[in-house]
């Protein structure tokens, strides 16, 4: 049987991994951290020291980082993925970065004769553990077909996308979208609570309506309680923020609200609330 590489457990990677080993896939994992990998060892996956460990005796490894530098680093650095990379063997970088960095990466795993694919998902904790992301790959199409029975046990829907890049500049715009409902939605919610209405009865109208979404029912109730542990970081969607505004700056497409969004978010980094739920940005726009 097979094995599969996959590098990087954290919030999103341990569950997308899990989800793997227990379809019956074969898995050989990485983590910075090693104690993480304990677990997956548990459950039955090979442990590896290095990501070239990895890449030089995994068909396909795929990459679920935190940032462009940790995509970067774990590619490029010493006994990185590039280092075993070769001979046909595919590496699938699901992890969110700019375009440019999603090409650097690209030309040079197939310098070394690789295949590569980005595949940047829509979905945060919750939607990683029930495996129903939303895949958006662009690369080396052959390796999407032959990485579909992963994406499977991982996503509810896969779009190819095209070249390098559309994927990464399809999740930034994704992910824009989503930090500027978010940040509108919490001004909602600091306007009611002055103007003296229950926050309840806000998210009861915005539910009944044509505004109805699962973000809204999911995080209005959070943040109503206070609850603000980490599905999806204040500090990625702040970079997601930062990397879409770019993207705009690059193609010279005004962004009025995604680049107030961002500030509000870059507030919210200020605050100590980094490692929070995106949601906490509420904490910035109501003090």
Same mark, same amino acid.
């Given at each position: 049987?097979?094995?599969?590489? +996959?590098?990087?457990?954290?919030?999103? !990677?341990?569950?997308?991994?899990?989800?793997?080993?227990?379809? !019956?896939?074969?898995?050989?994992?990485?983590?910075?951290?090693?104690?993480?990998? %304990?677990?997956?060892?548990?459950?039955?996956?090979?442990?590896?020291?290095?990501?070239?460990?990895?890449?030089?005796?995994?068909?396909?490894?795929?990459?679920?980082?935190?940032?462009?530098?940790?995509?970067?680093?774990?590619?490029?650095?010493?006994?990185?993925?590039?280092?075993?990379?070769?001979?046909?063997?595919?590496?699938?970088?699901?992890?969110?970065?700019?375009?440019?960095?999603?090409?650097?990466?690209?030309?040079?795993?197939?310098?070394?004769?690789?295949?590569?694919? %980005?595949?940047?998902?829509?979905?945060?904790?919750?939607?990683?553990?029930?495996?129903?992301?939303?895949?958006?790959?662009?690369?080396?199409?052959?390796? +999407?077909?032959?990485?579909?029975?992963?994406?499977?046990?991982?996503?509810?829907?896969?779009? +190819?996308?095209?070249?390098?890049?559309?994927?990464? %500049?399809?999740?930034?715009?994704?992910?824009?979208?989503?930090?500027?409902?978010?940040?509108?939605?919490?001004?909602?919610?600091?306007?009611?609570?002055?103007?003296?209405?229950?926050?309840?009865?806000?998210?009861?109208?915005?539910?009944?309506?044509?505004?109805?979404?699962?973000?809204?029912?999911?995080?209005?109730?959070?943040?109503?309680?206070?609850? +603000?542990?980490?599905?999806?970081?204040?500090?990625?969607?702040?970079?997601?923020?930062?990397?879409?505004?770019?993207? !705009?700056?690059?193609?010279?497409?005004?962004?009025?609200?995604?680049?107030?969004?961002?500030?509000?978010?870059?507030?919210?980094?200020?605050?100590?609330?980094?490692?929070?739920?995106?949601?906490?940005?509420?904490?910035?726009?109501?003090?």
């Amino acid at each position: 049987m097979e094995t599969y590489g +996959f590098l990087g457990l954290g919030i999103m !990677g341990s569950a997308m991994a899990k989800n793997l080993i227990k379809a !019956g896939f074969k898995v050989k994992v990485w983590n910075r951290s090693q104690a993480k990998c %304990e677990e997956f060892a548990a459950l039955g996956a090979a442990v590896a020291a290095t990501p070239a460990e990895v890449t030089s005796s995994c068909a396909i490894t795929i990459a679920m980082l935190a940032d462009p530098a940790a995509a970067r680093e774990v590619c490029f650095g010493p006994q990185g993925a590039l280092e075993g990379i070769g001979a046909g063997r595919g590496y699938v970088d699901m992890s969110t970065v700019d375009a440019a960095t999603a090409q650097e990466i690209s030309t040079a795993v197939t310098a070394k004769g690789g295949r590569f694919l %980005e595949a940047p998902v829509s979905g945060s904790k919750k939607p990683a553990e029930d495996g129903t992301l939303i895949i958006l790959a662009a690369g080396d199409h052959g390796l +999407f077909d032959k990485t579909m029975p992963l994406f499977e046990k991982m996503g509810k829907k896969s779009l +190819f996308l095209g070249d390098v890049g559309r994927g990464a %500049e399809m999740k930034l715009i994704v992910n824009m979208v989503m930090g500027g409902m978010m940040t509108i939605f919490c001004e909602g919610l600091a306007l009611a609570e002055k103007a003296g209405l229950a926050s309840a009865d806000l998210l009861d109208v915005l539910d009944s309506g044509a505004l109805a979404n699962p973000m809204f029912k999911l995080k209005g109730a959070q943040m109503t309680q206070g609850m +603000f542990d980490p599905a999806f970081p204040l500090k990625h969607m702040q970079k997601d923020m930062r990397l879409a505004v770019a993207l !705009g700056d690059a193609l010279n497409q005004p962004l009025a609200s995604a680049a107030a969004a961002n500030e509000s978010f870059k507030r919210a980094k200020g605050m100590g609330l980094a490692d929070r739920d995106f949601c906490a940005v509420l904490k910035a726009i109501t003090s």
